[in-house]
């Protein structure tokens, strides 16, 4: 195991908790991707980037179980990098598919890229505000998402929305204007063609 890249691999995803939990606080974190967020995201995703052309995906036989998973989580938020992102996706799903690591990991960061280019995901990780409190994105094939859960080793997801509850839920309006905002910066960073309308 290479600790040192553990370590640092650490720091990075520890830094970007940090920052997450100071802007959750004052709500800062919700109101559209902060700029202090963006700018952590963008220079670990530099970091991870650097690292894998040097050793390919920092599994778990490089860096332990949670150095892996601060790998993931690192990718998981490199959303202003789509290319990037789908590189990841396919280093990870090589990575889960020898053992290396987990296959939810896979599932999470696929569902994500979908929801960003605007397909259904498969697995229904990706939640978004409704008026009636949260929701999965477009599902591929809400009839089989359990099973396909429970193959990568994800909870149920009835079991997870029953226990996921926003007080109060936003209203229509909030929900629009979250929801445009989010669309023109997918398309600003090229999860989406650009509106030529």
């Given at each position: 195991?290479?600790?040192?890249?553990?370590?640092?691999?650490?720091?990075?995803?520890?830094?970007?908790?940090?920052?997450?939990?100071?802007?959750?606080?004052?709500?800062?974190?919700?109101?559209?991707y902060?700029?202090?967020?963006?700018?952590?995201?963008?220079?670990?995703?530099?970091?991870?980037?650097?690292?894998?052309?040097?050793?390919g995906?920092?599994?778990?036989?490089?860096?332990?179980?949670?150095?892996?998973?601060?790998?993931?989580?690192?990718?998981?938020?490199?959303?202003?990098?789509?290319?990037?992102?789908?590189?990841?996706?396919?280093?990870?799903?090589?990575?889960?598919?020898?053992?290396?690591?987990?296959?939810?990991?896979?599932?999470?960061?696929?569902?994500?890229?979908?929801?960003?280019?605007?397909?259904?995901?498969?697995?229904?990780?990706?939640?978004?505000?409704?008026?009636?409190?949260?929701?999965?994105?477009?599902?591929?094939?809400?009839?089989?998402?359990?099973?396909?859960?429970?193959?990568?080793?994800?909870?149920?997801?009835?079991?997870?929305?029953?226990?996921?509850?926003?007080?109060p839920?936003?209203?229509?309006e909030e929900?629009?204007?979250?929801?445009?905002?989010?669309?023109?910066?997918?398309?600003?960073?090229?999860?989406?063609?650009?509106?030529?309308?």
């Amino acid at each position: 195991m290479n600790a040192a890249l553990r370590d640092e691999l650490l720091r990075m995803d520890a830094r970007d908790q940090a920052v997450r939990a100071e802007l959750a606080a004052d709500g800062s974190l919700w109101k559209g991707y902060e700029p202090r967020m963006e700018k952590v995201h963008r220079e670990n995703a530099v970091r991870l980037r650097e690292i894998i052309a040097k050793v390919g995906w920092p599994g778990q036989s490089l860096v332990g179980p949670d150095g892996a998973t601060a790998a993931w989580r690192i990718a998981q938020h490199a959303i202003g990098e789509p290319n990037f992102m789908r590189w990841c996706l396919k280093l990870l799903g090589e990575a889960s598919q020898r053992g290396d690591a987990p296959r939810w990991q896979f599932a999470m960061m696929d569902d994500r890229i979908r929801t960003f280019e605007g397909r259904p995901q498969r697995y229904g990780s990706q939640l978004r505000d409704t008026v009636n409190g949260l929701a999965p994105y477009p599902l591929e094939d809400p009839a089989r998402v359990e099973e396909w859960r429970k193959e990568v080793g994800l909870p149920r997801l009835g079991e997870l929305l029953s226990g996921l509850r926003e007080e109060p839920p936003p209203t229509a309006e909030e929900i629009a204007a979250r929801e445009a905002a989010e669309l023109a910066w997918r398309r600003r960073v090229g999860w989406l063609p650009a509106d030529d309308g």
